[in-house]
């Protein structure tokens, strides 16, 4: 489970407040990539929040509301990038631009970032990567509630928008229904043309 100690290490160093940054979205054949910051108060304590891959929806929204209620004491801040800008740019920049965003976004600024996966190309403050830093430090794991919570949000509105696809099921991630109805309907707008199984399974090079 997630704890505070990556967070306790920095204070000790005179980092005063400390980010947790996380994505959700960067895998998907369709829609955004979602990016959340989050500082949360030294005092959190919790004894479920993970990773958001390794909880269900239920308590992943459950999460995201403590984590996002005014009374909670925790900044946060998330940004989305759209799929024509990851086509643009590519979906590693576009990751990028989303977790720099978030940060630039959050209420107060942090002295100091901690990023879940790899370093982050540009990124607008000091800060420290941390491979698999969800399941290691609560800050990255709440930014991944954030992030996923709100991503899920919008593609369930995609779902209502462009229900042949069954993006309330999948999200967008490349299942077998997925890969069937765009076979069958061929891509939608919110599809990620830039993305090989997109344009493969459109008959495209």
């Not at 989303?98 to 982050?120: C, N, Q, T, Y």
């Not at 399941?135 to 593609?155: G, H, N, P, Q, T």
Request: charged share 25%.
């Amino acid at each position: 489970m997630p704890d505070f100690l990556i967070e306790e290490e920095l204070i000790k160093k005179g980092h005063e407040y400390i980010a947790g940054i996380d994505e959700a979205g960067r895998g998907p054949l369709a829609g955004p990539v979602v990016a959340a910051a989050v500082i949360l108060p030294r005092v959190y304590a919790s004894d479920v929040l993970n990773d958001s891959k390794k909880i269900s929806p239920k308590l992943r929204e459950k999460l995201y509301e403590e984590l996002t209620n005014p009374l909670s004491g925790v900044v946060w801040s998330f940004s989305v990038i759209n799929h024509e800008i990851i086509d643009e740019i590519n979906i590693l920049n576009a990751t990028y631009r989303a977790m720099s965003e978030s940060a630039l976004s959050l209420e107060r600024e942090p002295s100091f970032s901690i990023i879940d996966g790899k370093p982050v190309k540009g990124f607008p403050y000091p800060y420290q990567s941390v491979i698999k830093g969800d399941e290691k430090c609560l800050s990255i794991a709440a930014a991944s509630i954030i992030a996923k919570v709100e991503r899920d949000r919008l593609m369930l509105k995609y779902a209502e928008e462009y229900p042949q696809y069954g993006f309330d099921r999948h999200k967008g991630y490349g299942t077998k229904l997925h890969l069937d109805a765009l076979k069958e309907f061929g891509a939608c707008p919110i599809h990620r043309q830039s993305f090989a199984p997109v344009r493969k399974a459109q008959g495209l090079s």
